[in-house]
């Protein structure tokens, strides 16, 4: 498991400085301190609006990182983090498939039937999509999100239009 003796990978020696303090795995790779928790130390995290990868208080404005089907449906069981720290992420550790940043202010913890917490997005100010660690392009993240939205358009057709005009306010510009 993770230690702080580990050295990080000398191509990450620009991590954020509230990160640098996280400890590295046997891999040179930073861990992000609540990446994995358990739901009652899950609600302590959000409650008291730490960042899910530096564990620092969070400002009004929080990131989430998502995969395309949590940014349409605006749920998410994924703790909020700073722009520099999920900014960092998405571009060195989220892999090729597209994840989005999506920058907001409100959100609202809800439970499912098990009584597991989970995030409700309230808001969007902004959303940035990356993709193999740079910004995707529109045609990336269209095919991204469309990949997961087949099934929503076969099962309710009457809804394809609504989202359509959803996806559309998530597209980059290029
Ligand atoms: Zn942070």
């Not at 949590?70 to 069981?77: E, P």
Request: aromatic share 8%.
């Amino acid at each position: 498991m993770s230690t702080t003796a580990n050295p990080l990978r000398p191509e990450l020696a620009n991590l954020p400085v509230r990160m640098r303090n996280l400890p590295v795995d046997d891999k040179g790779y930073p861990v992000a301190l609540f990446d994995k928790v358990d739901p009652q130390c899950w609600m302590l995290v959000v409650e008291n609006a730490l960042c899910r990868i530096c564990g620092e208080r969070l400002g009004l404005r929080v990131v989430f990182v998502l995969d395309p089907a949590s940014a349409v449906g605006r749920v998410t069981d994924s703790i909020p983090a700073h722009y520099e720290c999920a900014n960092w992420w998405a571009c060195h550790l989220a892999g090729e498939g597209c994840v989005a940043l999506w920058i907001c202010r409100h959100y609202a913890i809800m439970h499912d039937r098990e009584r597991r917490p989970y995030i409700r997005l309230q808001d969007l100010d902004r959303v940035e999509w990356y993709a193999g660690g740079r910004l995707a392009t529109r045609d990336e993240v269209r095919r991204a999100i469309e990949s997961g939205l087949f099934n929503a358009r076969e099962e309710r057709p009457e809804a394809a239009k609504d989202l359509n005009r959803l996806v559309q306010s998530l597209l980059p510009a290029r």
